[in-house]
């Protein structure tokens, strides 16, 4: 069974910055996009940054420039680093394959205040 386990979230004043992880248990990220979303209530989720097997990355307009998506096929781990973060950064993040094509994890959750 595939599973994802997001971890490093937390809260942290706009400006700052967090580097979010994810691992995958049961999959190997190699065939497929990997990309992290991320939702707030009574929002649909929404990709913000997907990477593929070799490395290319593409972003939404709302972080482009201020998040980085990497990742580690080997130890099957996706990363998120977000630098400047905003208010409108506040929620929960996950990862998945682009498209979905399995459950999603718990999320970890990203708030922004000061």
């Known amino acids: 069974q595939v599973q994802f386990v997001e971890s490093g979230g937390g809260l942290v004043q706009p400006g700052g910055s967090l580097r979010l992880s994810c691992a995958g248990s049961?999959?190997?990220?190699?065939?497929?996009?990997m990309g992290w979303y991320r939702q707030t209530p009574g929002k649909e989720r929404e990709l913000v940054a997907r990477?593929?097997?070799?490395?290319?990355?593409w972003y939404a307009n709302s972080v482009r420039g201020r998040f980085t998506i990497s990742g580690d096929n080997a130890k099957k781990t996706v990363y998120l680093q977000m630098n400047s973060l905003k208010s409108d950064d506040t929620a929960v993040y996950y990862c998945?394959?682009?498209?979905?094509?399995?459950?999603w994890g718990q999320g970890t959750q990203v708030t922004v205040s000061s």
């Open positions: 998945n394959t682009v498209p979905v094509y399995h459950n």
């Open positions: 049961g999959i190997s990220f190699s065939p497929y996009l």
């Open positions: 990477i593929t097997s070799s490395g290319g990355t």
